[in-house]
């Protein structure tokens, strides 16, 4: 009797390149968010400058990495 050889499993390449294909549309989303978030919190702080903004876009931006940077570690 012949046994039928398993198949083989498709390559998991495909898969990650899934996970990471929408990255650069939450980085934009995150960073409009931010944006229009201190642009608020800067206007009813009448602040002269952006502040709020400044710190929000830094703060998104070095969270964002930090998840990215954490996914790509748990890839290995």
């Given at each position: 009797?012949?046994?039928?050889?398993?198949?083989?499993?498709?390559?998991?390449?495909?898969?990650?390149?899934?996970?990471?294909?929408?990255?650069?549309?939450?980085?934009?989303?995150?960073?409009?968010?931010?944006?229009?978030?201190?642009?608020?919190?800067?206007?009813?702080?009448?602040?002269?400058?952006?502040?709020m903004?400044?710190?929000?876009?830094?703060?998104?931006?070095?969270?964002?990495?930090?998840?990215?940077?954490?996914?790509?570690?748990?890839?290995?």
């Amino acid at each position: 009797m012949e046994t039928d050889p398993k198949p083989k499993k498709k390559s998991n390449s495909s898969n990650k390149y899934m996970k990471f294909s929408g990255i650069a549309f939450q980085l934009a989303f995150l960073l409009f968010f931010a944006i229009w978030a201190g642009g608020k919190v800067d206007f009813l702080m009448k602040n002269k400058s952006a502040y709020m903004t400044t710190l929000f876009v830094v703060l998104a931006f070095g969270g964002f990495m930090y998840n990215l940077f954490r996914d790509l570690e748990n890839l290995k």
